[in-house]
C-alpha cells in the first residue's frame, strides 16, 4: 500500500525556469519556493486557509503554503458577502488569504503579498505532498441552499493534471505558455492554470484577461507555443471583436457547451485546434474532444465508464477517486471510454458558463421575507447565445427591488432573475410539484413583448 | 438631474439595444450606477458592451486601464469615455 505516496509540489522545472509573468515581469521558481516558504512560515495554526486571491501567481503561493503546511485550500464559488459569511460559519478559525489591501471585516486575514515580501529567494528544493491529503475544498451550488463541499486530495489533482497534459500534448519537457480568462477557485481554472501548467514545467499568466482586447495583450506577452484556456462566452466576443490573436497551440473551452460552428469559426480564424473539456464538480475533468470533428467525448486514460446495476446510473471510475463518481448529466455510453452527452441534469442550469442548482435558487428567492412562492425558469425559446433565468414570484405587496436587493448578496449577478414576473399563484399540481410544461406555458404568457 | 446630455442618450440606447433591456432609455438617470444595485448589469453585459462600443465607436475597451472602476461607474462615466477614445 502507498501509505506514504508522495507527489512533488511542482514538477518539470528547474530553479531557474520561469512559473509566471504579467506584463511587468517574470517569475522564476526559485523566487516563488521563496515566496511559498516565507507565507507557510507566516501562517497561523488553522483548520483551513480560505484562498481568494484574485491573482493566479498570489493564488498559488498561498495554495503551495497551505498544502506544504497540510492545511486544505477552501475555495468559495463566488465573493458575495453570504458566501463568505457561510463559509466563516462553517469552518471556524479559518484564515483568509487574500491579495487585496481592504480584507472583508471580521476574518483573520493574511495579506499574502505582504507578508510573501519577508522571504527571500530559496534553492531549488522542492517540498514532497502527501497524495492522500486534502489540497482543496470547491464549493458548488447545492439543491439545498447550502454550498456544497467538494474534497480533492493532491494524488487526484496531480493525476488528473498529468491525463490533461498527455492528452493535451502538453507534458513537461517543451515549456508552454498558458494564458486563462477563467477564475483559478473554480475546478476548471484551478485544474487548467494551476495544475496543469505547475505540474508540467509551463509558465502560467497572472492575470484574468477579460475584454478580447485584454486576450490579445496578454497573449502576445508571452512566447509561443501558446494555450489559451477560456468558455464559450469568452470565444465568442474575441471572433465577434474581430481582435488579431498571436499563434496559439490550442484553444481549451469548457464550463457550457460550445457550439460546432463557433469552434469551427476559431479554429479557421486562429488557425489551431479547439478542444472541450468535459467534468464536473465531484469529479473534476475526466474527458476532452475536438469539437469540430467529435460528436463522443473520450475519457482520460486510464479511467472507464461503467453503469451501476441497482439504479441503471452511469459511474466514472479511475483509480484516484476514492469510489465511483456518478454522472451528473444524462450519457448514452458508445464504450468503456467514449461516451455522449445526451441531457444536461435538471437540476444543475448554466447561464453564461456558471453552474447552477435551480433548487438552490429557488431556496434563495423563497427566503426572502415577504416572498410566498417562487420558482427560477431558465427559458429556452431565446435568441440571445447567453440565455437569462426568469423568476416567477408570489409576493403582494413586494417591489422588484425588495426581492432583487436580499439576493444579490447572496447570488453571483448572472444568475439574478432577468425578468422577475409576479404572479397570483404558481401551477403547482396536488403534491405540490411545479411541473415544466406548466412552467414553459407560465412563461408563454407571461414573457416579455 | 435625470436630464441626458446628447451623448448620454446615444450611449443608453446602446445599452439598452445591446443587452436587450426591458427599461426605457430615457430612464437610465446619467449619475446612476450601472451594475450591481443601479442598473443591475454584470460581467456578461460587461463583454456585451464592449463588443457593441467596440463596432459603434471603433476602440476597444481594456480592463487592465487603470481607470477602468471610473469607466463603468455611470452612464455619464462611461459617455464621457466614449467622447475621449472614440475613432469613429
Avoid at chain 1, 31 to 44: I, K, N, Q, R, W
Avoid at chain 1, 76 to 85: C, E, K, Q, V
Avoid at chain 1, 361 to 371: E, R, S
Avoid at chain 1, 409 to 419: G, K
Amino acid at each position: 500500500m502507498g501509505a506514504s505516496l508522495t507527489y512533488p509540489l511542482i514538477e518539470g522545472y528547474t530553479g531557474q525556469s520561469i512559473l509566471a509573468w504579467d506584463q511587468h515581469r517574470a517569475i522564476t521558481v526559485e523566487e516563488f519556493l521563496g515566496d511559498t516558504s516565507a507565507v507557510a512560515a507566516a501562517l497561523p495554526e488553522a483548520g483551513y486557509l480560505v484562498n481568494v486571491c484574485e491573482d493566479r501567481y498570489w493564488f498559488l503561493v498561498a495554495f503551495a503554503a497551505a498544502l506544504s503546511r497540510g492545511i486544505p485550500n477552501l475555495l468559495p464559488h463566488n465573493r458575495t458577502p453570504a458566501t463568505l459569511a457561510e463559509v466563516r460559519d462553517r469552518y471556524p478559525g479559518a484564515v483568509f488569504a487574500s491579495d487585496q489591501d481592504q480584507p472583508e471585516p471580521g476574518q483573520i486575514g493574511l495579506n499574502i503579498p505582504n507578508t510573501a515580501r519577508r522571504g527571500t529567494a530559496r534553492p531549488f528544493e522542492v517540498p514532497a505532498i502527501a497524495a492522500a491529503q486534502t489540497a482543496a475544498i470547491v464549493f458548488t451550488s447545492g439543491s439545498t441552499g447550502s454550498p456544497k463541499p467538494n474534497v480533492k486530495t493532491w494524488g487526484s489533482m496531480v493525476q488528473i493534471a498529468r491525463r490533461t497534459a498527455q492528452r493535451f500534448d502538453l507534458a513537461a519537457g517543451k515549456p508552454a505558455s498558458i494564458i486563462a480568462t477563467v477564475p483559478q477557485q473554480h475546478m476548471y481554472g484551478l485544474e487548467t492554470s494551476i495544475m496543469l501548467p505547475t505540474q508540467h514545467g509551463h509558465a502560467f499568466h497572472r492575470g484574468k484577461p477579460f475584454f478580447p482586447e485584454d486576450v490579445r495583450v496578454a497573449l502576445n506577452s508571452a512566447p509561443a507555443p501558446r494555450v489559451l484556456i477560456t468558455t464559450p462566452v469568452h470565444l465568442r466576443a474575441c471572433l465577434a471583436d474581430g481582435v488579431a490573436l498571436p499563434e496559439l497551440k490550442l484553444i481549451v473551452s469548457a464550463t457550457a457547451p460550445l457550439p460546432v460552428e463557433l469552434a469551427a469559426q476559431a479554429e479557421d480564424r486562429y488557425g489551431t485546434h479547439v478542444r472541450e473539456i468535459y467534468g464536473w464538480s465531484e469529479a473534476g475533468s475526466v474527458a476532452s474532444r475536438r469539437t469540430r470533428t467529435d460528436g463522443s467525448w473520450r475519457v482520460f486514460d486510464g479511467s472507464t465508464i461503467t453503469r451501476d446495476e441497482d439504479n441503471g446510473r452511469f459511474l466514472l471510475n479511475a483509480d484516484f477517486y476514492p469510489a465511483p463518481v456518478p454522472f451528473e448529466d444524462v450519457i448514452e455510453q458508445n464504450s468503456e471510454t467514449e461516451f455522449r452527452l445526451v441531457g444536461r441534469s435538471l437540476d444543475m442550469i448554466n447561464v453564461a458558463g456558471k453552474r447552477v442548482s435551480l433548487g438552490d435558487l429557488n431556496f434563495k428567492v423563497c427566503a426572502v421575507p415577504g416572498v410566498r412562492d417562487a420558482a427560477f425558469y431558465l427559458p429556452n425559446d431565446s435568441d440571445n447565445v447567453v440565455a437569462r433565468l426568469a423568476a416567477f414570484v408570489v409576493a403582494p405587496g413586494l417591489s422588484e427591488k425588495d426581492i432583487l436587493e436580499p439576493l444579490r448578496a447572496s447570488l453571483d449577478a448572472v444568475f439574478l432573475p432577468r425578468p422577475l414576473i409576479f404572479v397570483d399563484r404558481l401551477p403547482r399540481n396536488e403534491t405540490g410539484k411545479l411541473p415544466l410544461n406548466q412552467l414553459d406555458a407560465l412563461w408563454k404568457t407571461h414573457r416579455p413583448k | 438631474m435625470n436630464a441626458q446630455s446628447t451623448i448620454e442618450s446615444e450611449v443608453a440606447n446602446l445599452i439598452v439595444t445591446s443587452l436587450n433591456l426591458e427599461k426605457d432609455p430615457g430612464a437610465i438617470v446619467p449619475a446612476q450606477a450601472l451594475f450591481g444595485s443601479g442598473l443591475g448589469l454584470d460581467s456578461i453585459d460587461a463583454l456585451e458592451l464592449a463588443m457593441a462600443i467596440s463596432q459603434r465607436y471603433g476602440f476597444k475597451l481594456r480592463s487592465d486601464d487603470p481607470d477602468n472602476g471610473k469607466i463603468f461607474a455611470s452612464l455619464s462615466a462611461l459617455s464621457v469615455h466614449i467622447e475621449r477614445n472614440r475613432t469613429k
